[in-house]
């Protein structure tokens, strides 16, 4: 897992701003990202356990970007292979997803982009 935005990284590492942010779903975040993290070898190993979710894209979207919910969090990220290459259709292919590059983090609707930006 990979967060390329040093504001959006600060935040998801440190629970006292999750927990500032959103006082009401902290505790749902940090078990998103705890999940997201322990899941080897892929987001398929995260999926099985059955309390994330795939949040459907529109049809007919040939993106590599992926939605992820646990609850009232929701994480956009873009997903990668092994390799590091972008996996079309990844809500398709939890299989091949080995990373995943987080875009944005909400949580209660409110954007932990906007708010670490």
């Known amino acids: 897992m990979v967060i390329p935005d040093p ?18 779903a902290c ?6 990202l705890q999940m997201l993290r322990l899941s080897f070898p892929s987001l398929a190993e995260a999926l099985t356990v059955g ?18 919910a646990y609850k009232t969090v929701v994480l956009s990220t873009v997903a990668r292979s092994q390799a590091g290459d972008r996996v079309t259709t990844p809500h398709l292919r939890p299989a091949d997803i080995w990373r ?18």
Not at 7 to 24: E, F
Not at 58 to 65: D, I
Not at 100 to 117: K, M, N, Q, V
């Open 51 to 68: 309390l994330i979710t795939v949040l459907t894209p529109p049809a007919e979207t040939l993106s590599a970007q992926i939605f992820l």
């Open 27 to 32: 505790e749902e975040v940090m078990f998103l």
């Open 100 to 117: 995943l590059e987080i875009t944005d983090l909400s949580a209660d609707g409110r954007s932990g982009l906007r708010l670490a930006g």
């Open 7 to 24: 504001g959006l990284a600060q935040l998801a590492a440190s629970p006292a701003l999750l927990a500032q942010l959103w006082p009401g």
